[in-house]
């Protein structure tokens, strides 16, 4: 089964930025689909952004404008770029990948976002 490794998180001021990334350990091109989720303290994991086998790309009303998903298939990897943080943006982020048959979803481990002064 492939894993997804997430990494780039940490502790960022206000109106800042990060990208971070996710890592498959197999070619990504066997996903339909690849997103990023979070999922802030006392809250439910919220969808952030996917991107479609096609190369197109959707991100939530929340962050849109801000955030932008990118993939590079040579290196089995898709970027979360987070520009202009807020306090809210803080969460555990996770990337997930989707396909067809037993097993799918795929998650990844999550990387901490801190946004704080």
């Known amino acids: 089964q492939v894993q997804l490794v997430e990494s780039g998180g940490g502790l960022v001021q206000p109106g800042g930025s990060l990208r971070l990334s996710c890592t498959a350990s197999?070619?990504?091109?066997?996903?339909?689909?690849m997103g990023w989720y979070r999922q802030a303290p006392g809250k439910q994991r919220e969808w952030v952004a996917g991107?479609?086998?096609?190369?197109?790309?959707n991100t939530a009303d929340s962050v849109k404008g801000r955030f932008t998903i990118s993939r590079n298939n040579p290196k089995n990897t898709v970027y979360l770029q987070m520009n202009s943080l807020k306090p809210e943006d803080t969460a555990v982020y996770y990337c997930?990948?989707?396909?067809?048959?037993?097993?799918?979803?795929?998650w990844g481990q999550g990387t901490l976002v801190t946004v704080s002064s």
């Open positions: 997930n990948g989707e396909a067809p048959g037993p097993g799918y979803p795929v």
């Open positions: 197999g070619s990504i091109s066997r996903f339909n689909a």
């Open positions: 991107i479609r086998s096609s190369g197109y790309t």
